[in-house]
């Protein structure tokens, strides 16, 4: 079953701008990673945050986590198409091994 | 080094038929995860194999679905009777440490695409 939802479902902005995706989850958290996918085939890790963490910086990429609000949004800073992509955050629980994964966010970076 | 590969890439079958998806996983990952990713259902997890183990076979939706992993390394999906409702792209991950660690990035690979017909 879900964890959670992301928003939005859909994303379009320009090459050069920002993206702000944001990922809600249901239950207490040991870690959330978010996934990049590609043409609904596999999935690229991107970036983990742990549950005593609340910001993390990886290149282009900064996420928060609020685990008062079950939340965490990923940006992307100065986006390319080639970021165009499907977004998806994905949660474990303590002493758990299964990712449970959002919805996802469709991302599209125009030239 | 080599990543997660599962093959075939593509499977078109025919209702009632069996089929078997095939993961390598990453040289020396213990943990092995098979997830499946359909339109109604988002990324549903399936399975998960510590060594050659299932500790937890929740995630299978019926039991014409199953799993098998041998020396510790490659692991097979086997659906029996498919369906269409079985149409989807069936993901594989590894990992490194099983859910003892904190730590547990899972690497997918490029995913078996079934289409039941």
């Given at each position: 079953s879900q964890q959670g939802e992301e928003d939005p479902q859909a994303l379009s902005i320009q090459e050069g701008e920002n993206a702000t995706m944001n990922c809600s989850y249901k239950t207490s958290i040991n870690n959330l990673q978010w996934y990049r996918q590609n043409s609904g085939r596999g999935l690229v890790h991107l970036i983990l945050i742990r549950s005593n963490e609340r910001e993390k910086h990886s290149g282009r990429l900064r996420v928060t986590l609020d685990t008062s609000k079950k939340s965490s949004s990923l940006l992307i800073t100065a986006?390319?198409?080639?970021?165009t992509a499907s977004y998806f955050c994905a949660t474990t629980g303590a002493g758990s091994y299964q990712l449970t994964f959002g919805k996802g966010t469709k991302l599209s970076v125009i030239p | 080094g080599a990543g997660v590969s599962q093959s075939p890439s593509n499977k078109v079958t025919e209702k009632g038929k069996d089929v078997e998806l095939r993961c390598d996983p990453i040289s020396g990952h213990t943990a092995l995860y098979w997830y499946r990713q359909s339109l109604g259902q988002g990324l549903e997890f399936l399975i998960y194999f510590q060594g050659n183990s299932a500790?937890?076979?929740?995630?299978?939706?019926?039991?014409?679905f199953s799993a098998e992993r041998t020396g510790g390394s490659v692991s097979t999906l086997t659906i029996q009777?498919?369906?269409?409702?079985?149409s989807a792209v069936y993901l594989c991950a590894s990992s490194?440490?099983?859910?003892?660690?904190?730590?547990?990035e899972q690497f997918f690979g490029p995913g078996t695409r079934l289409t039941v017909l």
């Open positions: 986006s390319r198409a080639a970021d | 500790p937890d076979k929740s995630g299978l939706p019926s039991d014409r009777r498919t369906q269409q409702e079985d490194l440490k099983d859910h003892g660690s904190s730590y547990n």
